[in-house]
C-alpha cells in the first residue's frame, strides 16, 4: 500500500513534469511545422510588400495572395523569430516548396523576384517610351508627363531625351515606379558617355560629350553585324575635319519620324531640314537612337583610315573606299548588281 506522502510526492512530480512534457511536445510541433512546406492554392503565390507594411499585414497579405495557412501562426513565427522588423519592402514569390522558415529568410534576406525590361541599342526614344508602357507591373508615373516634364523628372538638363538612356537589362521589383528605371538608365549612359568622352583621340574634331554622343548614335544605326564600328566612325570623323557632309540615310529617317513608310526616296533626301544630313554639314541637332558602349567607344576613338565612303555588300559588312571613284564602283556591285 501506498503512503499518502509517497503518493502526494508522486503528483507532485507529475504536475512538474507535465508542462515540461507538452512544452517538449509543442516546441516539436512548432518546429515540425516551422520545416513543413507551406500548402499554397495554387503553384505559386506572390506578394509586394510596401514599405512601413507591418509583420501582422504581411502575414495576413500572404494569406490572401493564397497561403493556406492560419494569419496568426505566421505572425506569431515572425514575431517569435525576432526578425519581424527586419522584413524588407519589395516583389516576392514563392512555389509549392516553401517551408516558414524559407519564407521569413527571403524576406529578411530581400531575396526578390524581379522584373526586367530590356532596352535594345540603336532603339529611339518613342520605341523606349513604348517599351516602358508596355513592361509589366511597373508603376506608370511617366505616362502622364510630357517629355518637358519627364526630363526635369529624370534630371536629363538637355532639350531632348532621344540618345540618353543606356541600352542595356534592367532589374526591378514589381511595383516600382518607371521613373526609377528612367533614371537608372539616365544616369548609366552618363557614366558610360563620360567613360568614352576622356578615352577621346587627341585630334577629335568633336567638341563636347554632346557631339560624342550625336555621333555614336549615327555610327549605332549605321553599323552592320559585321562591321567594325570603329570603321564606320572614322568615315564620319574624316568628313566632318574637312566640312563634308554625313550623308547619313538614318538620320535623315529619323528627321521624318512617323511619316517614314520603310521607303526613304530621293525627294526626302533633297527636303531640307535639321537631320538631313545631306544638306546640312555637320551634326544633327541631337542624337537620333540609344548607342551602345561600343558605339561610344568607336566614335571617341575611330580606326586609323582615310576613308570618305562606305557602302554595305548586304551580308551585314561594308566596302569603304577613299574616294568618289571607289566608292561608285562598289555601289554598282553591291547595290546595283553590276560586276565591275
Do not use: C
Not at 216 to 235: C, F, L, M
Not at 256 to 266: H, I, V
Amino acid at each position: 500500500m501506498v503512503s499518502p506522502a509517497k503518493g502526494s510526492r508522486r503528483w507532485w512530480w507529475l504536475a512538474l513534469a507535465l508542462p515540461v512534457l507538452l512544452a517538449a511536445l509543442g516546441w516539436a510541433a512548432v518546429q515540425a511545422w516551422l520545416d513543413r512546406p507551406l500548402p499554397l492554392a495554387h503553384a505559386s503565390a506572390e506578394l509586394s510588400i510596401e514599405p512601413g507594411d507591418t509583420p501582422r499585414a504581411v502575414a495576413e497579405a500572404w494569406v490572401r495572395a493564397g497561403v493556406q495557412s492560419h494569419p496568426e501562426w505566421l505572425y506569431q513565427w515572425f514575431r517569435w523569430s525576432g526578425l519581424a522588423r527586419r522584413i524588407r519592402a519589395g516583389s516576392y514569390e514563392i512555389d509549392a516548396g516553401t517551408t516558414p522558415r524559407q519564407l521569413l529568410d527571403k524576406m529578411v534576406q530581400g531575396d526578390e523576384t524581379l522584373a526586367r525590361l530590356l532596352l535594345v541599342e540603336g532603339w529611339t526614344w518613342r520605341q523606349f517610351r513604348q517599351a516602358l508602357a508596355a513592361a509589366p507591373n511597373l508603376k506608370p508615373a511617366a505616362a502622364a508627363l510630357d517629355d518637358a516634364a519627364l526630363r526635369a523628372a529624370v534630371g536629363i538638363e538637355a532639350a531632348s531625351a532621344e540618345g540618353r538612356f543606356f541600352p542595356d537589362t534592367y532589374a526591378y521589383s514589381r511595383g516600382v515606379s518607371d521613373l526609377a528605371v528612367l533614371k537608372r538608365a539616365h544616369a548609366a549612359m552618363q557614366r558610360q558617355l563620360a567613360e568614352a568622352w576622356s578615352q577621346r583621340s587627341p585630334d577629335t574634331p568633336l567638341k563636347s560629350p554632346d557631339d560624342l554622343l550625336i555621333l555614336a548614335s549615327i555610327v549605332e544605326k549605321e553599323t552592320g553585324p559585321k562591321d567594325d564600328p570603329r570603321q564606320i566612325a572614322a568615315v564620319f570623323v574624316n568628313r566632318l575635319r574637312i566640312g563634308m557632309p554625313l550623308q547619313s540615310d538614318p538620320t535623315v529617317i529619323y528627321g521624318l519620324g512617323e511619316a517614314f513608310d520603310g521607303n526613304l526616296r530621293k525627294r526626302d533626301l533633297l527636303a531640307d531640314g535639321p537631320y538631313n544630313s545631306y544638306t546640312r554639314a555637320g551634326l544633327p541637332p541631337t542624337p537620333i537612337a540609344m548607342p551602345s558602349r561600343a558605339a561610344l567607344l568607336a566614335a571617341a576613338q575611330p580606326a586609323p583610315s582615310r576613308a570618305l565612303y562606305f557602302v554595305a555588300r548586304g551580308d551585314g559588312s561594308s566596302v569603304f573606299s577613299d574616294n568618289l571613284a571607289d566608292h561608285n564602283r562598289a555601289v554598282n556591285q553591291y547595290q546595283r548588281g553590276r560586276r565591275p
